[in-house]
């Protein structure tokens, strides 16, 4: 049965390249959105199995020709023109763009290519001739789905249930333990906003959970209890964001959540002029992995990276990180994940000093906590950190309980965004203090 199942896989992945080779050298419009309509059905129902030699094949057989762009490139470094110019950018595509852009002409063909992304990405890191099959999928989706292409719908309880269903299952940060507690998530003093793509109308993309508040919070677990009363609209002055989830992992290294949160804040300017403060409360998913690098680092080999190679700390700020580091020895990680360390008044004040010299000190190199690095590029200010935040086995496990508020200054978002992307973080002096 492994053999007939194996023949039938290889069989099936041999017509859909034969069919996108017969694509590719279609010239007749109608012809090609057939052939585009039969190859996005084959390609639904491709075993997972044959989608290796699929892309194998797609690495392998679909580039530019080596010759014809050395001719155009000599051409146009002899006689530099719009002609010459055109002709060398036509010979160096890939001819596989010039077939996912004829797949995305058929129904159904741009939510086929997210998926077929979504499993080149699985397969990608045992796979490195993939990537530039997914460099050219990555240059055309994030092309389709460009924010100017794509709507932002609020969702509230009386959205359909199969995209609340969908908001259930791909919330990421705080899971919705059900009906009830996705109905709080709804009530009046809350917000849920999603983008969507027109070719795929009933599948939200991206989407944020909004808490409206009297001011910015330092715990997460107010804001998420299921059996709360709404709080009155006149008490609300802070909108914060507290949850993003992605929903199509095919759309990785796509930027959807920057603008959403964007656009989230103007919308709610427009409708609640009351509104002074935008914000999050997030979680620091990398801060006890790299607390437990840094321990592990210290006293080790000299090659081993450690607090001396982050370069954005002065010497005193070093030391006093170090003696902190010094201190947490005593305790094992289990300890500093249990919830009697919140009680430790010492111990947490060490821990806030070490999240503010990884937020401030690492974000802006490799290893840096993927939250913070979102925030910051995205135009936010670092803010208050808040020890206890979390208090979830979850929150201990990752952060030790600890969470921390960005700050989304409308009018100066760019001039952050600048900042950082020259390595500079926007701080608030209250963190920025802790070092």
């Given at each position: 049965?492994?053999?007939?199942?194996?023949?039938?896989?290889?069989?099936?992945?041999r017509?859909?390249l034969?069919?996108?080779?017969?694509?590719?050298?279609?010239?007749?419009?109608?012809?090609?959105?057939?052939?585009?309509?039969?190859?996005?059905?084959?390609?639904?129902?491709?075993?997972?199995?044959?989608?290796?030699?699929?892309?194998?094949?797609?690495?392998?057989?679909?580039?530019?020709?080596?010759?014809?762009?050395?001719?155009?490139?000599?051409?146009?470094?002899?006689?530099?023109?719009?002609?010459?110019?055109?002709?060398?950018?036509e010979?160096?595509?890939?001819?596989?763009?010039?077939?996912?852009?004829?797949l995305n002409?058929?129904?159904?063909?741009?939510?086929?290519?997210?998926?077929?992304?979504?499993?080149?990405?699985?397969?990608?890191?045992?796979?490195?001739?993939?990537?530039?099959?997914?460099?050219?999928?990555?240059?055309?989706?994030s092309?389709?789905?460009?924010?100017?292409?794509?709507?932002?719908?609020?969702?509230?309880?009386?959205?359909?249930?199969?995209?609340?269903?969908?908001?259930?299952?791909?919330?990421?940060?705080?899971?919705?333990?059900?009906w009830?507690?996705?109905?709080?998530?709804?009530?009046?003093?809350?917000?849920?906003?999603?983008?969507?793509?027109?070719?795929?109308?009933?599948?939200?993309?991206?989407?944020?959970?909004?808490?409206?508040?009297?001011?910015m919070?330092?715990?997460?677990?107010?804001?998420?209890?299921?059996?709360?009363?709404?709080?009155?609209?006149?008490?609300?002055?802070?909108?914060?964001?507290?949850?993003?989830?992605?929903?199509?992992?095919?759309?990785?290294?796509?930027?959807?959540?920057?603008?959403?949160?964007?656009?989230?804040?103007?919308?709610?300017?427009?409708?609640?002029?009351?509104?002074?403060?935008?914000?999050?409360?997030?979680?620091?998913?990398?801060?006890?992995?790299?607390?437990?690098?840094?321990?592990a680092?210290?006293?080790?080999?000299?090659?081993?990276?450690?607090?001396?190679?982050?370069?954005?700390?002065?010497?005193?700020?070093?030391?006093?990180?170090?003696e902190?580091?010094?201190?947490?020895?005593?305790?094992?990680?289990?300890?500093?994940?249990?919830?009697?360390?919140?009680?430790?008044?010492?111990?947490?004040?060490?821990?806030?000093?070490?999240?503010?010299?990884?937020?401030?000190?690492?974000?802006?190199?490799?290893?840096?906590?993927?939250?913070?690095?979102?925030?910051?590029?995205?135009?936010?200010?670092?803010?208050?950190?808040?020890?206890?935040?979390?208090?979830?086995?979850?929150?201990?496990?990752?952060?030790?309980?600890?969470?921390?508020?960005?700050?989304?200054?409308?009018?100066?978002?760019?001039?952050?965004?600048?900042?950082?992307?020259?390595?500079?973080?926007?701080?608030?002096?209250?963190?920025?203090?802790?070092?």
């Amino acid at each position: 049965m492994a053999i007939v199942d194996s023949w039938t896989s290889a069989r099936a992945a041999r017509q859909v390249l034969s069919l996108a080779h017969k694509l590719l050298s279609e010239r007749g419009q109608a012809n090609s959105l057939g052939l585009a309509h039969d190859l996005t059905g084959r390609m639904g129902a491709l075993p997972a199995d044959a989608w290796p030699a699929v892309f194998d094949k797609l690495a392998a057989d679909f580039n530019p020709d080596p010759a014809a762009v050395l001719r155009a490139a000599q051409a146009y470094a002899e006689a530099p023109g719009t002609e010459t110019l055109r002709q060398l950018t036509e010979v160096s595509e890939p001819p596989r763009q010039e077939l996912f852009r004829r797949l995305n002409r058929a129904p159904g063909g741009t939510g086929t290519l997210v998926r077929m992304r979504r499993r080149l990405l699985e397969g990608l890191s045992s796979h490195p001739d993939w990537r530039m099959v997914d460099a050219d999928l990555l240059h055309l989706l994030s092309s389709w789905f460009n924010p100017g292409f794509l709507e932002m719908r609020q969702v509230d309880w009386h959205s359909p249930a199969h995209l609340l269903e969908q908001i259930i299952r791909h919330e990421a940060v705080h899971a919705i333990d059900g009906w009830d507690d996705l109905r709080r998530r709804l009530l009046p003093d809350r917000r849920l906003f999603a983008f969507f793509h027109p070719q795929l109308p009933d599948e939200p993309l991206i989407f944020v959970e909004i808490a409206l508040l009297p001011d910015m919070p330092d715990a997460i677990a107010p804001l998420i209890v299921k059996r709360s009363e709404a709080m009155p609209p006149n008490s609300f002055k802070a909108a914060v964001f507290y949850s993003i989830s992605n929903c199509e992992p095919g759309l990785r290294g796509v930027s959807l959540g920057n603008f959403l949160i964007k656009r989230v804040a103007e919308h709610l300017r427009q409708e609640l002029p009351r509104l002074k403060l935008f914000c999050t409360l997030s979680p620091i998913p990398g801060f006890a992995a790299w607390l437990q690098a840094m321990r592990a680092a210290d006293g080790a080999a000299p090659e081993r990276p450690g607090l001396s190679d982050l370069p954005g700390l002065k010497p005193a700020q070093r030391t006093r990180a170090a003696e902190a580091l010094e201190r947490l020895g005593h305790h094992t990680p289990a300890e500093l994940a249990s919830p009697g360390a919140l009680d430790d008044e010492a111990l947490q004040a060490d821990l806030r000093r070490l999240a503010a010299v990884y937020l401030i000190g690492q974000t802006p190199l490799p290893g840096g906590d993927p939250v913070a690095r979102f925030h910051l590029d995205n135009g936010a200010r670092l803010e208050r950190l808040n020890p206890g935040g979390d208090r979830s086995a979850k929150g201990m496990k990752q952060s030790h309980g600890m969470m921390v508020n960005y700050l989304y200054d409308l009018d100066r978002i760019e001039q952050h965004h600048e900042a950082f992307t020259q390595g500079e973080i926007a701080t608030a002096r209250a963190v920025g203090g802790l070092l």
